[in-house]
């Protein structure tokens, strides 16, 4: 076996390794939006509701909502709950879990989509449960447009909601109540939602059903690292009548 130093040896010269940033910011775009129109997100605004951020590594933040943070005193807080940081004290928000931090800088991170736009983070995530509850994921967008009226700073106009959260409950169609309550906390902003990230994966099924006839539906369920895990099935029937 080659130590590290005789294998660092063996390595041939080449050009250095690129991190190919400019190929997704093409892929959406970007440059067009940079250099024909001048378009770096200035006087815009992200919601992001996520795990947090990291202070240190998006300076961009302006304003942080952390539900499950010590109340610092903040007026705020009296109808958020959680601790809220101002620009005066955003220098103390954190992300122990790195998702939020990372979807920040694709954002407005200095390689970012929009650079100079400012950054309201909600900070929903419960390490406890592994995931985001409905009501934080509600309050947290809530938290962005209170925020967007205290502060001139901001222009709620040209604010955009950010979900970067995954699960597989609920109706998809957007009537579900955790839909429409997003609906309703989000008002005139629009609301990008993650999708796709599942790939190939078969988290959906169905079957088609004629009169007198059965059909059988695979469900597979992963090992969870949860002692109190639970499963949730829904079922939709669609009952068309002959003709329909």
Not at 95 to 111: F, K
Not at 220 to 243: F, H, N, Y
């Amino acid at each position: 076996m080659l130590s590290a130093s005789s294998a660092h040896a063996q390595l041939p010269e080449r050009f250095a390794r690129a991190p190919l940033t400019e190929v997704a910011l093409a892929q959406v775009g970007a440059p067009a939006a940079f250099e024909r129109y001048g378009l770096t997100g200035a006087g815009s605004a992200l919601c992001l509701v996520d795990t947090g951020v990291d202070p240190t590594a998006i300076p961009a933040a302006r304003w942080v909502w952390d539900a499950r943070g010590a109340a610092r005193g903040h007026p705020l807080e009296a109808t958020f709950g959680g601790a809220v940081l101002d620009p005066e004290s955003v220098a103390l928000a954190r992300d122990e879990n790195g998702h939020g931090t990372a979807m920040a800088s694709i954002a407005v991170g200095e390689a970012g989509l929009a650079p100079a736009a400012a950054l309201i983070v909600a900070a929903a995530y419960d390490a406890g449960l592994g995931g985001f509850p409905d009501p934080d994921v509600v309050t947290g967008i809530r938290f962005c447009r209170a925020v967007a009226a205290l502060d001139d700073a901001i222009d709620e106009t040209r604010m955009v909601v950010l979900l970067s959260l995954g699960g597989h409950d609920g109706r998809h169609d957007g009537r579900g109540a955790f839909e429409r309550a997003i609906v309703d906390a989000a008002g005139d902003l629009p609301v990008v939602v993650a999708a796709g990230n599942d790939g190939e994966r078969a988290v959906h099924a169905a079957g088609r059903l004629f009169d007198g006839e059965s059909a059988s539906v695979e469900v597979r369920v992963p090992r969870s690292s949860l002692e109190d895990a639970s499963i949730g099935l829904t079922l939709r029937l669609d009952a068309r009548t002959e003709g329909a």
